[in-house]
């Protein structure tokens, strides 16, 4: 989390970090347990994480409206995928961040 977190951050998404903390925590205990199955979930997720930062380099740092859902997405997927326990507010999966990346690109 950057140091200015509170001030960037969407209001809305304030009240999820502290579910996003105990999912790192989940994440560190499962990874002791199967560091492998870590590693294949970090590999589906890692090429539509980059993806992002690139576009986000592309655009000079200026994040639309639709960017910023499909960064929260990531980090609801991350929640779904290493702590999956903690539940996510809605429906995520790889699938449906190719969808909204498909609209990012119109």
Known sequence: MPKNFIAVAPWAQLGHYARYLKAITIRL?????????DAAKYKELQPLEQRYWRLVAERKGQVDARMQEYRWMLEEL???????????????SS????????QLQQ
Do not use: G, H, I, M
């Open 29 to 37: 205990d499962k990874y002791r347990a199967d560091p492998a199955r």
């Open 95 to 102: 699938k449906r961040l190719d969808k909204v990346w498909a």
């Open 78 to 92: 991350r929640v779904s995928f290493f702590a999956q326990e903690l539940r996510t507010p809605y429906p995520v």
